[in-house]
């Protein structure tokens, strides 16, 4: 059997993006709209600074407004809930995307229940988390819908396949379950409980990994010719000493039997902030009311 086709992400991303801006350039030009998004960092986590760097870079450009603000990790919660106040009354921001992991102090619950649903960009909401559930339209979160743009680029009609998703969260595993679903794929959810998961994982047609433990999905685990999804990425050592990426599948071995897999670094990672920017563009046209712009729709 032939090595796996890499499914590009960052190809994949470039070509998102691209639709993004001519959507903006869209809404600028027919109803004098420039989409805005608002990044807020609280304390100075140097891959939370990374991530809030680079979708600044890609917002603007996208041609929209970039709002970047910056809070100490001493932030009191009260302060950064005033402040996604302030953002949610702003009519020149329309997405609030709140970086992840916040300081020990501040509940994460009360600060994404805090966003108004229709700016929440980051589509973890639990109103935006009902609207997908029930099928209803919202925000989803920009990891899943890469990932399910991802596998279509293996296979452009998932219906039918059996997909297993190796991770339960709110961020990545269950909404993507959805989205699966409403593709027509036959979802299973396996975590850290599931029997025999080498097992389970075997009979997926579309394998998802999404657990943050390097290279635990090995070769052995997946179907010959499964295209396979590598959410995680994880900081290892590498034989030269130096810190390298991984993802959650043990590349090496599993490009020798599946058909399709993306790789860590350059698979999932740069289609998360190209779908951020589109959530953001498609909350700008809900609160205007305003239909998608061509270039979007198929996203």
């Not at 396996?190 to 025999?196: E, G, P």
């Not at 700008?284 to 712009?293: F, N, T």
Request: one cysteine or more.
């Amino acid at each position: 059997m032939s090595k796996a086709q890499i499914i590009d992400g960052k190809a994949l991303a470039a070509q998102v993006q691209q639709r993004v801006r001519a959507a903006v350039d869209e809404l600028k030009e027919k109803h004098g709209l420039t989409p805005g998004l608002a990044v807020v960092l609280v304390g100075d986590d140097p891959a939370s600074r990374v991530y809030v760097r680079n979708k600044g870079k890609r917002t603007v450009e996208a041609g929209m407004k970039s709002f970047e603000y910056q809070m100490s990790a001493d932030t009191s919660e009260e302060a950064l809930l005033e402040r996604i106040s302030q953002l949610n009354e702003n009519p020149d921001v329309h997405g609030i995307l709140v970086q992840l992991p916040l300081p020990k102090h501040i509940d994460p619950g009360k600060v994404i229940d805090a966003i108004d649903p229709d700016k929440d960009v980051d589509g973890f909401h639990v109103i935006n988390a009902g609207r997908l559930a029930v099928g209803r339209p919202g925000l989803v979160p920009c990891t899943p819908r890469g990932c399910v743009l991802l596998a279509k680029q293996a296979r452009e009609d998932l219906a039918g396949l059996e997909a297993v998703i190796i991770g339960r969260s709110n961020i990545v595993g269950k909404p993507l379950a959805q989205l699966l679903l409403a593709e027509n794929c036959t979802v299973t959810i396996a975590h850290s409980r599931t029997r025999d998961l080498p097992d389970v994982a075997r009979r997926a047609d579309l394998l998802v990994a999404a657990v943050g433990r390097p290279r635990m999905v090995k070769g052995e685990w997946i179907k010959p010719g499964a295209i396979v999804i590598d959410v995680g990425i994880n900081r290892v050592e590498g034989e030269d000493g130096k810190a390298k990426l991984v993802g959650d599948v043990d590349f090496d071995e599993a490009v020798e039997v599946a058909s399709a897999i993306t790789p860590v670094p350059g698979g999932v990672g740069p289609m998360t902030i190209a779908m951020l920017l589109a959530n953001t563009v498609q909350a700008a046209c809900r609160q205007r009311g305003l239909a998608l712009p061509e270039a979007l729709k198929g996203l």
